[in-house]
Antibody
Framework: EVQLVESGGGLVQPGGSLRLSCAAS????????MAWVRQAPGKGLERVAN????????GYVDSVKGRFTISRDNAKNSLYLQMNSLRAEDTAVYYC????????????WGQGTLVTVSS | DIQMTQSPSSLSASVGDRVTITCRAS??????LTWYQQKPGNAPKLLIY???SLQRGVPSRFSGNGSGTDFTLTISSLQPEDFATYYC?????????FGQGTKVEIK
């Protein structure tokens, strides 16, 4: 059974940093694209970042470029999102998602972790 | 970035109704269109990919259609468990973008 379990969310002040983690199991992690998708309270979905299997290609939404860094450790079956210079508008539930390489959709999602940026 | 526009933003329907949700892309995306269902407090769930392919385990009352810029998600006979918010997503080009969502409520 595919499982994605996020951790690392919490309350952080504006300008602060947070590192999210996603532990994957039930599939061969190293052969899949992975992504972070967020959802602000009461709002829609936004793909924040994605990463190819061997980390040689990463993509970011414009609003987080230069502030967020996606990475992965295939030996640990883990995905990460380092978030720096956080802003109030980054407040959201952050989902880890498995992305198919041939059609680019997200077939499995974690339960999400809440990040709140507030003073 | 490709903009995805869903209509309507919300709708009220009764159990047994046929419901159709529309998604329009700002440029052609061939059939790189996916539909998700999200219930409150839960992660999105994949329903349909490649515009019309039903994900394994999804009831056959869900169907998708379209190509190019215009797409539809149809629920042939609405069931109580189908009341949720539905999102479309394009994967034709980066960044992957979603529609704003369509909330299906009980009439």
């Amino acid at each position: 059974e595919v499982q994605l379990v996020e951790s690392g969310g919490g309350l952080v002040q504006p300008g602060g940093s947070l590192r999210l983690s996603c532990a994957a199991s039930g599939f061969t992690f190293s052969i899949y694209y992975m992504a972070w998708v967020r959802q602000a309270p009461g709002k829609g979905l936004e793909r924040v970042a994605n990463i190819k299997q061997n980390e040689n290609e990463k993509g970011y939404v414009d609003s987080v470029k230069g502030r967020f860094t996606i990475s992965r450790d295939n030996a640990k079956n883990s995905l990460y999102l380092q978030m720096n210079s956080l802003r109030a508008e980054d407040t959201a539930v952050y989902y880890c998602a498995r992305e198919t390489s041939y059609y680019g959709y997200f077939d499995y999602w974690g339960q999400g972790t809440l990040v709140t940026v507030s003073s | 970035d490709i903009q995805m526009t869903q209509s309507p933003s919300s709708l009220s329907a009764s159990v047994g109704d046929r419901v159709t949700i529309t998604c329009r892309a700002s440029q052609s995306i061939n059939n790189y269109l996916t539909w998700y269902q999200q219930k409150p407090g839960n992660a999105p769930k994949l329903l349909i990919y490649a515009a019309s392919s039903l994900q394994r385990g999804v009831p056959s009352r869900f169907s998708g259609n379209g190509s190019g810029t215009d797409f539809t998600l149809t629920i042939s006979s609405l069931q109580p468990e189908d009341f949720a918010t539905y999102y479309c997503q394009q994967s034709y080009s980066a960044p992957r973008t979603f529609g704003q969502g369509t909330k299906v409520e009980i009439k």
